[in-house]
């Protein structure tokens, strides 16, 4: 299974979910996930990096790992 990093991964997941929003007058201040993500370290170019991505399956497996769970919370803040 190929892994994005987390940063790129949470990225796309923002973006997604502002996406869906729908009309431009509506404005997100703040947004919290609970997700279940799959992850990994891998050495790329002598470092380490957190990798991680969304299960492709609802359906595991006896073989698949169960998924970590990640919360993220993004909150619009104002600027120094």
Do not use: I
């Not at 997604?16 to 993500?37: D, K």
């Amino acid at each position: 299974m190929h892994r994005r990093e987390l940063s790129d991964m949470l990225t796309d997941v923002a973006q997604a979910v502002l996406a869906g929003a729908g009309t431009p007058a509506v404005r997100t201040t703040s947004m919290e996930l609970a997700l279940p993500v799959d992850v990994a370290m891998e050495s790329r170019h002598g470092e380490l990096v957190l990798l991680a991505e969304l299960p492709r399956f609802v359906y595991r497996t006896s073989f698949d790992l169960p998924p970590s769970r990640l919360r993220v919370m993004w909150v619009e803040r104002d600027a120094p």
